[in-house]
């Protein structure tokens, strides 16, 4: 890893919002799923929420590439589970629906701690949902259609979101908000990924870093890294 992205990495990781969040309900094609994480990123999300319609979704959805690899993914069985353990961190829970009781997304103030529940392409938000969530909110539209893609719907709401905590200086965090251990898995695994592999393989712990993303580890370790690992015996 080099000094400079070691530091990109770093300044990246000063900027993640760790109560701004999305929840994917039963959201069904890879590609949404991918622009979705994809805007996640780039507002400064760390983890998004999925419940997901099927096992081959799940499946999918944990061997995606490209932004899967800066924000964490964390699967819930259900709605109620999913929203459970939102609001047990403090977040108000809003639901793009479209209703008598909706209100204009961007009337939200999303400097509190804040989950929207994204609702699948095909049935949009599921009644659990909505009778889970704190409040409706929808994207005023002047067309013949009633409804965005949902990750363009994703996009917009998360840009308002951004553009509220920017206002608030919310991205000018002189340390990041994540927790020490995360932030050394993430240097470690996305400055070294080939060493972060093997370790995992052999058990290993990933050793400090210096202040130029360069590993600090003992004799030890390295010798354990590089040792040779038994072929495992093919049952025929």
Same mark, same amino acid.
């Given at each position: 890893?080099?000094?400079?992205?070691?530091?990109?990495?770093?300044?990246?990781? %000063?900027?993640?919002?760790?109560?701004?969040?999305?929840?994917? $309900? +039963?959201? &069904?094609?890879? *590609? *949404?799923?991918? #622009?979705?994480?994809?805007?996640?990123?780039?507002?400064?999300?760390?983890?998004? &929420?999925?419940?997901?319609?099927?096992?081959?979704?799940?499946?999918?959805? &944990?061997?995606?590439?490209?932004?899967?690899?800066?924000?964490?993914?964390?699967?819930?069985?259900?709605?109620?589970?999913?929203?459970?353990? /939102?609001?047990?961190?403090?977040?108000?829970?809003?639901?793009? *629906?479209?209703?008598?009781?909706?209100?204009?997304?961007?009337?939200?103030?999303?400097?509190?701690?804040?989950?929207?529940?994204?609702?699948? !392409?095909?049935?949009?938000?599921?009644? +659990?949902?909505? #009778?889970?969530?704190?409040?409706?909110?929808?994207?005023?539209?002047?067309?013949?259609?009633?409804?965005? *893609?949902?990750?363009?719907?994703?996009?917009?709401?998360?840009?308002? %979101?951004q553009?509220?905590?920017?206002?608030?200086?919310?991205?000018?965090?002189?340390?990041?908000?994540?927790?020490? $251990?995360?932030? &050394?898995?993430?240097?470690? $695994?996305?400055?070294?990924?080939?060493? %972060?592999?093997?370790?995992?393989?052999?058990?290993?712990?990933?050793?400090? /870093?210096?202040d !130029?993303g360069?590993?600090?580890?003992?004799?030890?370790?390295?010798?354990?890294?590089?040792?040779? $690992?038994?072929?495992?015996?093919?049952?025929?």
């Open positions: 890893m080099t000094p400079d992205r070691y530091q990109r990495i770093q300044s990246v990781l %000063a900027t993640r919002q760790t109560d701004l969040t999305v929840c994917m $309900e +039963e959201v &069904h094609k890879p *590609n *949404n799923v991918s #622009a979705i994480v994809r805007t996640a990123d780039a507002v400064g999300i760390h983890k998004v &929420h999925a419940v997901w319609p099927d096992d081959k979704m799940r499946m999918l959805s &944990h061997t995606s590439a490209g932004a899967r690899n800066w924000v964490e993914l964390e699967t819930h069985d259900t709605m109620v589970e999913a929203v459970q353990h /939102l609001k047990s961190q403090g977040m108000q829970v809003l639901a793009t *629906n479209l209703s008598d009781t909706a209100i204009d997304f961007r009337d939200v103030d999303y400097t509190k701690p804040t989950a929207i529940i994204l609702g699948g !392409e095909k049935n949009g938000i599921t009644q +659990e949902a909505l #009778a889970l969530a704190d409040q409706d909110i929808i994207i005023p539209m002047v067309g013949m259609v009633q409804s965005l *893609n949902v990750s363009v719907a994703s996009a917009l709401i998360l840009y308002e %979101a553009r509220q905590r920017q206002n608030a200086g919310m991205y000018d965090q002189a340390t990041t908000q994540l927790p020490e $251990e995360v932030v &050394h898995r993430i240097l470690f $695994e996305r400055g070294h990924p080939v060493l %972060a592999k093997v370790a995992r393989r052999k058990g290993l712990p990933y050793p400090p /870093l210096d !130029e360069q590993i600090m580890a003992d004799d030890a370790w390295w010798a354990t890294m590089q040792a040779i $690992e038994p072929k495992k015996n093919k049952q025929k």
